[in-house]
């Protein structure tokens, strides 16, 4: 389940002003209209708002609050080891920000929680868990084995990079170490460097570690970026073209143990 349009959902609980979008003003009998001059800037009024906005320190805090009041009224019991969790007698559910994830014996227990929670909150049934938080997870019933891709969103930055299917691929994910490149060219192309970049952050943070360090080196020049660096993003992409389908395993059966002893001296001490 996803929430639509999360935080303005939830109401305000302390007064917030902000100014007047640029292009409208407050005329004599105040009301709020668009002026003539698109730059111009009322600065003699202020908006105060009444729902969450994105961009509020408070604005997520104020949604939980307002969607963990929700839960509770339907007889709902929030854990005390992880506030996340909420648990019912016939239902329980695991709460991430804007999604949720459902767990019930039959279809028609969610069916019918899913109206009542409609009643109160904007949101979309998306159907059975495949993909939780862009992550598709998959169970092998022979090994007990866990997969987890993320396909759908290597392929959303193949499509911002401009690389179909069929384009050249690599071997590594990285050419080698990255430098500064002050007096190299320019970028040549238009897609967005940092745009990619957080793009990327996801799969390396989550189930792609082997683009990990390829994505470090490349986001550390997000703020004046060359055409070398361009070139480094465009090589972890030929890289993924290949191996997009590929992810973590993991074998809950099996025990590694790894063994690491480091001397340190720390001037004498």
Not at 70 to 91: A, I, M, N
Not at 190 to 215: C, H, K, M
Request: charged residues 20%; contains cysteine.
């Amino acid at each position: 389940m996803d929430y639509t349009q999360v935080f303005p959902q939830a109401p305000l609980s302390d007064p917030i002003f902000m100014c007047i979008p640029q292009g409208w003003f407050v005329d004599a009998n105040g009301e709020l209209k668009p002026h003539d001059d698109p730059r111009y800037q009322d600065r003699t009024h202020f908006i105060r708002l009444c729902k969450n906005l994105y961009g509020c320190k408070q604005a997520a805090r104020n949604w939980f609050k307002y969607l963990t009041t929700g839960l509770l009224g339907h007889g709902f019991v929030q854990s005390k080891t992880d506030p996340c969790l909420f648990l019912r007698h016939d239902v329980l559910m695991v709460v991430y920000t804007d999604e949720s994830l459902i767990f019930a014996n039959d279809d028609p227990t969610i069916d019918t929680l899913l109206t009542a929670l409609h009643q109160t909150y904007k949101l979309e049934d998306q159907g059975t868990v495949n993909d939780y938080l862009g992550i598709r997870i998959t169970k092998n019933p022979n090994d007990k084995s866990i997969t987890m891709v993320q396909t759908g969103l290597i392929e959303s930055i193949l499509m911002d990079l401009n690389l179909p299917t069929g384009s050249k691929t690599k071997d590594t994910p990285a050419m080698g170490i990255l430098y500064p490149d002050l007096s190299g060219p320019p970028r040549q192309e238009s897609w967005n460097y940092r745009s990619v970049i957080g793009e990327l952050n996801f799969p390396a943070q989550q189930t792609r570690p082997d683009i990990t360090y390829a994505v470090h080196q490349c986001a550390k020049y997000s703020a004046n970026p060359t055409a070398l660096h361009e070139q480094a993003v465009k090589h972890i992409g030929h890289y993924l073209l290949v191996t997009k389908d590929q992810g973590i395993i993991l074998h809950p059966e099996k025990t590694f143990k790894l063994d690491m002893y480091v001397d340190v001296d720390f001037a004498g001490t």
